[in-house]
C-alpha cells in the first residue's frame, strides 16, 4: 500500500508538537517552576545575634504561608507585609534566648518550600530594666493619672526605647521625659471617666545605650474612675469638689499664710498622689527650738506635690473660710477632710488659684501645668500633629 502524504500544515503541526514534546509516545512531561527561596535573618547558626535588628523572614519566587518563632518556648509575634513576601518580629528580640524558627512558602503551581533554622541573641554587658511604673496594675485612678515609668539605667537611646513603649487607651497622649532615667506619659485631655488603659513596655532587647540593652517586657492595665475635679480658691478661701460635673462638696478651707516662699500654697493643676491618715509633718529646714519649727501628725492627708502640700484635716474651723494661716497646706474641717480622704483616688485634679506662687510642671505630678506643645517638645520622637503620637483605641 502507498503510504499516505500528510498536508503541509499538518505537517508543519506534527513538527511542532515534537519539538515541544520529544517523548510525544511516552507521554509530555510537565515543567516544575522552582521551589520559592525563603531566607531567615539573622541566619541559622548564628550566635552573638543583637537582638535590637529584630527577626525578618523573606520569601522570593513565592509568598509565606506560615512562619513560626519562638523564643525559648515563647511565640514571637509578627506581621506579614502586604504582598505577603516579609514577615516581621513586632519588636526586638529576647537577649541571651535561643530563638527557633520554621517558615513555609508556596510558588506558583503550588510548589511549596520549608526552611527551619535557629540562632541565639547575645547576652549583653549591662541590661536596663523598668525599676517601677505609676499606676499599679488594676488600680482605679483619676482623670488626670500620668503613667510614669523609671529605668534602672539611664536611657541614652531615648527614642529607640520611646518607640517601644504602647499605651492603648481611649485618649491622645504622648510622653515626655523628665531625666535620663524617667519617661511620662499623659494625655492630651483629661483622660474619659471609665475608660481602659493599657500599656506595655516592649523594652527587652532593645538597645538603650552603647552595650546596653532592655532585659524584659512590662504590662500595667488600669481603669479611670470617675471624673472628680477639685478647685481651690485661696482668696475666697473655699474648695469645691464636683464628681462627673456634678457639686457634691462646698469645704471651707485655709490655705498657705504666704510670709515666706515656703508658707505659700502653689497655684496650678495638682494631682492627688498618695494619702495617709496619719502623716507625720516636720518644718522643713528647721530644728526644734527654731521660730516655726513644727513635728505633727496630721489625719486624712492627701498629697498633692512633692513641696509638702496636702489637703487635710486640721481643727482650725475659726480660719478656715475666712483666712490663710496654714504652712502651705490646704485644711479643712475634719469630717470633710475624712469624705475627701474616702473619696480621693490617685490622679485626680485639684487646681489651685489665687496665691503668687505657682506650680512647677516637675514638683510631685505637676505635669498638667505644660500645654500640649511644650509636652511634646520633652518627647524623643518627632510628632506629626495631623497625628496622634500614641495609639488609640
Known amino acids: 500500500m502507498k503510504p499516505r502524504t500528510l498536508p503541509p500544515a499538518a505537517r508543519a503541526l506534527l513538527a511542532a508538537l515534537l519539538a515541544a514534546c520529544p517523548a510525544l509516545v511516552a507521554g509530555c512531561a510537565v515543567r516544575v517552576p522552582p521551589a520559592p527561596r525563603i531566607t531567615i535573618s539573622p541566619a541559622s547558626g548564628a550566635v552573638a545575634v543583637a537582638p535590637d535588628a529584630g527577626l525578618v523572614v523573606r520569601a ?62 547575645l547576652t549583653p554587658r549591662r541590661e536596663v530594666a523598668v525599676a517601677s511604673i505609676v499606676p499599679y496594675d488594676g488600680e482605679t485612678v483619676g482623670i488626670g493619672m500620668p503613667i510614669i515609668v523609671t529605668f534602672t539605667r539611664p536611657v541614652e537611646d531615648r527614642a529607640a526605647v520611646e518607640r517601644a513603649l504602647v499605651v492603648r487607651g481611649p485618649a491622645e497622649g504622648a510622653w515626655h521625659w523628665a531625666s535620663s532615667t524617667q519617661v511620662v506619659y499623659r494625655p492630651r485631655k483629661w483622660w474619659p471617666a471609665g475608660g481602659e488603659v493599657r500599656f506595655t513596655a516592649h523594652l527587652a532587647g532593645v538597645r538603650a545605650a552603647p552595650g546596653t540593652y532592655g532585659s524584659a517586657d512590662r504590662s500595667v492595665a488600669f481603669t479611670v474612675g ?55 509633718m516636720v518644718s522643713p529646714g528647721r530644728r526644734k527650738g527654731d521660730p516655726g519649727y513644727y513635728d505633727k501628725l496630721i489625719d486624712y492627708a492627701v498629697r498633692i ?89
Open 60 to 121: 522570593e519566587g513565592g509568598t509565606l504561608t506560615s512562619v513560626l518563632a519562638f523564643a525559648g518556648r515563647d511565640p514571637v509575634p509578627g506581621a506579614f507585609d502586604p504582598a505577603r513576601t516579609v514577615w516581621r518580629s513586632s519588636w526586638t528580640l529576647r537577649p541571651g534566648t535561643q530563638y527557633v524558627v520554621d517558615a513555609v512558602a508556596t510558588g506558583p503551581q503550588s510548589v511549596t518550600a520549608q526552611v527551619a533554622g535557629r540562632f541565639r541573641t
Open 226 to 280: 470617675r471624673a472628680m475635679v477639685s478647685t481651690v480658691d485661696t482668696r475666697a478661701h473655699q474648695m469645691v469638689v464636683r464628681q462627673d460635673g456634678r457639686v457634691t462638696q462646698r469645704l471651707p478651707i485655709s490655705a498657705g499664710m504666704a510670709t515666706t516662699r515656703e508658707y505659700t500654697t502653689t497655684s496650678g493643676i495638682h494631682l492627688t498622689m498618695d494619702k495617709g491618715n496619719p502623716v507625720r
Open 305 to 393: 506635690s512633692n513641696s509638702g502640700e496636702y489637703v487635710h484635716a486640721l481643727d482650725n474651723v475659726w480660719a478656715q473660710g475666712r483666712a490663710n494661716v496654714s504652712h502651705g497646706c490646704v485644711n479643712v474641717r475634719p469630717d470633710q477632710a475624712r469624705w475627701f480622704y474616702d473619696h480621693a483616688l490617685r490622679g485626680d485634679p485639684v487646681i489651685v488659684t489665687g496665691t503668687t506662687r505657682h506650680l512647677e510642671w516637675n514638683n510631685g505630678w505637676g505635669y498638667w501645668q505644660l500645654s500640649w506643645p511644650r509636652w511634646l517638645a520633652g518627647s524623643a520622637l518627632r510628632h506629626d500633629a495631623a497625628e496622634p503620637p500614641s495609639a488609640v483605641s
